[in-house]
């Protein structure tokens, strides 16, 4: 197969955060990149919606549309870098890249978690590549040691922290304490969470990131609406410190794990054991631990947002493209899929259950909860009672053993119901 040394035409669409540290990098690096791969990438076109407004990238302004056909009909144009985001028109357009045998870059984790077996399916059909390493963990290096480098495992379970947003405010929540909302406006002071965080800490995001994993893992086509959910607002200050009295730390984990032909699949806040390597991933960073049959566990950590971390990713998946694009090859995901693969339903996983119960402060309450815990087969691992000052209310913490998920909700109804008991304050799963 030959190759020749043209210049490889991009069409960039979107400016924004990561466009603009793309488009910045691909200048600053040009002669470098085109020493690497022998061609030099040149941006022939920029999508944007609004073409005044001020950037953080000074480009040509010859190079800027609003039109996306600029980009999709220019035959020049071999390569489409999608870091627009958002569900429409990003899959239009890429459809449309794709069924005009373009190469796709993007880091669109919404696009791929609902679309992504159809248009990896385009892609192959067109023998083009779609690369998407930017769509996990920014610049953490995830997607293609799933395609390639961990192939000859079996994987059994990812266990992941790839939501930065969340992972900044458990653990300022952590550190200093403090309520979810004052970290919450800590992060977007900071510029970590969105003016609309409601993607992040309702864990939608994550949701988006454990679906692309679990289909490479798991060789299975997995839809947002199957993976159960729930996100980090209603976590307290005093659970914090319970957890950590407990020896564990809090996070918002992303969870697949393939039991038979099952896979759990659940993002939501954990108790994780302080000797656990993921407890100890802090502030904005990002970690996927992968665990196979062969290699037992790794892990991967890094800064999983953030222009330059993000475009380190997009850059090294446009730089592959253009490899094969030179070489006329293209290197298709595999197509495998695991035949009779089914997300377990949530009702039947079994975990360890951290539950804080708000009492009166009179005997028998106790007795009472313990009693409705074993009804249910539930034994306890351990009980602390908190007293709560100035007031005729205590608040009970107990840490269960491994019980199954419908077990645990019908206790907790039966709790609501005894005598003595106010509230069922905080129910967090265990990460073993
Ligand atoms: P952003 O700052 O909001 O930038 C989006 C860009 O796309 C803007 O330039 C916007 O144009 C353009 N755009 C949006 N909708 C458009 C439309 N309908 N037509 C034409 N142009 C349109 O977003 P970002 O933070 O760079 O994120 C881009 C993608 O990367 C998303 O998929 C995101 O999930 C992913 N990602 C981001 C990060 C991160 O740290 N930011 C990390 C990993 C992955 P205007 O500028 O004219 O409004
Ligand atoms: N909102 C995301 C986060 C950006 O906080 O991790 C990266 O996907």
Redesign the pocket.
């Known amino acids: 197969m030959g190759s020749d040394r043209r210049a490889i035409g991009i069409g960039l669409?979107?400016?924004?955060?990561?466009?603009s540290g793309v488009a910045r990098i691909l200048q600053q690096k040009a002669g470098v990149y085109e020493r690497q791969i022998g061609h030099a990438l040149v941006i022939r076109r920029v999508?944007?919606?609004?073409p005044s407004?001020e950037r953080e990238f000074a480009i040509d302004p010859a190079l800027v549309t609003?039109n996306a056909a600029d980009l999709l009909d220019d035959p020049e144009i071999e390569l489409i870098i999608e870091?627009?985001?958002?569900e429409q028109?990003a899959y239009r357009y890429l459809r449309d890249a794709l069924k005009a045998n373009k190469f796709v870059v993007t880091?669109?984790?919404e696009l791929m978690a609902k679309h992504g077996a159809e248009l990896l399916g385009l892609a192959r059909e067109h023998k083009v590549d779609l690369l998407y390493e930017?769509?996990v963990g920014?610049g953490i290096p995830i997607i293609a040691p799933l395609k390639r480098d961990l192939l000859a495992n079996d994987i059994v379970g990812v266990t992941a922290i790839i939501n930065g947003t969340t992972n900044y405010i458990l653990t300022s929540m952590t550190k200093h304490g403090g309520s979810f909302h004052d970290a919450l406006a800590a992060a977007q002071a900071l510029g970590y969470a969105e003016p609309d965080p409601t993607n992040d800490v309702e864990g939608i995001d994550a949701t988006y990131k454990l679906c692309i994993l679990a289909a490479l893992a798991f060789h299975m086509d997995v839809h947002p609406d199957q993976v159960f959910r729930e996100g980090i607002t209603k976590l307290a200050e005093r659970d914090f410190r319970y957890a950590r009295e407990l020896g564990y730390a809090i996070k918002l984990l992303a969870m697949g794990r393939k039991q038979g032909d099952q896979v759990q699949l659940r993002v939501h806040p954990a108790l994780v054991p302080l000797d656990q390597l993921l407890a100890s991933v802090d502030g904005a960073l990002n970690a996927v631990e992968i665990e196979g049959d062969l290699m037992s566990r790794v892990l991967f950590q890094g800064p999983g947002?953030?222009?330059l971390p993000?475009t380190s990713a997009v850059v090294a998946d446009a730089l592959d493209a253009a490899v094969s694009i030179s070489n006329r090859v293209y290197w298709p995901l595999s197509s495998r899929r695991e035949a009779g693969l089914r997300v377990m339903p949530m009702d039947d996983v079994r975990t360890r259950y951290y539950l804080r119960i708000g009492v009166a402060d009179r005997p028998g309450v106790l007795a009472s909860i313990a009693g409705a815990l074993s009804e249910r087969q539930i034994s306890i691992a351990s009980v602390i009672q908190k007293e709560v000052d100035g007031q005729d209310t205590a608040e009970i913490v107990i840490m269960t053993h491994d019980a199954r998920e419908a077990d645990l909700q019908r206790a907790l109804r039966d709790i609501r119901g005894i005598a003595g008991v106010v509230d069922v304050d905080q129910v967090v799963r265990v990460n073993s």
């Open positions: 669409m979107g400016l924004g955060v990561v466009g999508l944007v919606r609004d407004k609003t870091v627009m985001g958002g028109p880091a669109n984790k930017a769509s920014g947002a953030g222009s993000t």
